[in-house]
C-alpha cells in the first residue's frame, strides 16, 4: 500500500514537472519586437549626438511634426494604440539619441514603422527632440502596451 502512495506521487510529480515543460512560452509581442529593433541600431548611427540637443525650438518643432506624421499610429500623447507602441517607454527613453535618428531614418516595416528618411534630417532630429522629451508615461496606457515603472 506505502508502494502504491509512492508510486502514484512519484507519478503526479513527473506529471506535474511533463505538464509545466509543454505550456508554450509566449512569443514577444509586436511592441517589443519593435522596441528590440533600437538595439539593432549600428554602434556608429547610435553614438551619433542630437545637433539640435540645445535648441529650444527643437523640441517644439517636432512635437508638431509629430501631431503631423506620427501620432496617427502612436496617439497623440505617444502612449501609443494599436496601430504604433508608446513611446512613454523605458526601452524609448533609455535610447540614445542617433538609435532613435537610425530607426526613423530606416523604419522597421516589416512591423508597420514607416521609413521617414524624406523627411529632412533636421526634421528628424526635432523629431528625436521630442520624443526623448516626453519621458514614460505614469498615466493608462493603450491597450497591448507594456507597463511602465
Avoid at 4 to 18: H, N, V
Avoid at 60 to 85: M, Q, T
Wanted: aromatic share 8%.
Amino acid at each position: 500500500m506505502i508502494r502504491i502512495f509512492f508510486t502514484a506521487g512519484g507519478f503526479l510529480l513527473i506529471a506535474l514537472f511533463a505538464a509545466a515543460q509543454a505550456e508554450p512560452s509566449r512569443p514577444p509581442s509586436r511592441n517589443a519586437l519593435i522596441y528590440a529593433e533600437l538595439a539593432k541600431a549600428p554602434s556608429k548611427a547610435a553614438a551619433r549626438r542630437n545637433p539640435l540637443e540645445n535648441d529650444p525650438e527643437a523640441v517644439a518643432a517636432g512635437e508638431k511634426l509629430f501631431g503631423e506624421h506620427c501620432a496617427n499610429c502612436h496617439g497623440e500623447a505617444a502612449n501609443g494604440s494599436k496601430r504604433g507602441p508608446s513611446l512613454r517607454v523605458d526601452p524609448v527613453e533609455s535610447a540614445t539619441p542617433g538609435a532613435l535618428f537610425w530607426l526613423l531614418t530606416n523604419g522597421v516595416v516589416r512591423k508597420g514603422m514607416p521609413v521617414w528618411s524624406k523627411l529632412p534630417e533636421p526634421q528628424r532630429w526635432q523629431l528625436v527632440s521630442y520624443i526623448k522629451s516626453l519621458g514614460a508615461a505614469s498615466g493608462p496606457r493603450a491597450e497591448g502596451q507594456p507597463e511602465v515603472h
